[in-house]
């Protein structure tokens, strides 16, 4: 009688048998390699927790808040009176402007300056909180600039010799219409400073 084959063990038996041989499922793996990783890294102490918070707190605040406005390098004491930024003061109007005349020697010119002072003294007196204040120097300096733009005003044109040696004006066929230009400047000049005048008397 012949002898009977060896069974051959199953195995599967032999994998139930033998826990440590079983392969391991796919949730297991991502378990354990959590878990390795987590063994791996170092642990967050407290105190740098803390940190993290004040430094994501603070850039949190920095990023919410609205920027400062520029500040001025400017010092109070190079910051212009009220004076200065609306104008010449007044000293500077009795000095350098009121007494005086235009450059050239025609009556048209002067006309405009006493206009322009004109214009000036009231723009001065409006913008400045003080105000101007009739004193009398600026009286002064009003009357002396009126008498030097009349006394300096001269028919208009170019002045050129003709025969003889003597001043001629202006060119030919001109004459009526210079002097029209003439009396009308000299009606400008006139109202200009009668105005004046009256607006420093008015002044307290």
């Known amino acids: 009688m012949a002898d009977p084959e060896p069974v051959q063990p199953d195995p599967r038996e032999r994998e139930k048998k033998n826990p440590a041989q079983q392969k391991p499922k796919e949730g297991e793996k991502r378990n ?36 400062e406005p520029a500040q001025s390098t400017t010092t109070e004491s190079e910051m212009p009176d009220s004076e200065e930024a609306s104008g010449p003061s007044q000293g500077q109007l009795e000095e350098y402007y009121l007494p005086h005349p235009a450059k050239t020697s025609n009556l048209t010119d002067n006309a405009k300056v006493s206009l322009l002072l004109e214009i000036l003294v009231r723009y001065v007196h409006r ?6 204040r009739r004193t009398d120097e600026l009286v002064m300096a009003v009357e002396k600039g009126i008498r030097a733009r009349e006394v300096k005003g001269k028919p208009d044109g170019r002045k050129k010799r003709g025969g003889g040696g003597r001043m001629e004006t202006g060119g030919g066929g001109g004459g009526g219409g210079e002097m029209m230009a003439m009396e009308e400047a000299g009606r400008w000049l006139r109202g200009s400073a009668e105005r004046l005048r009256l607006f420093v008397a008015g002044l307290v």
């Open 32 to 67: 354990f390699a959590k878990q390795s990783i987590m063994a791996d890294s170092e642990p967050i102490q407290p105190e740098t927790r803390k940190r993290e918070k004040r430094t994501f707190t603070k850039q949190h605040n920095i990023a919410n808040q609205e920027p």
């Open 127 to 132: 913008e400045n909180r003080l105000g101007l």
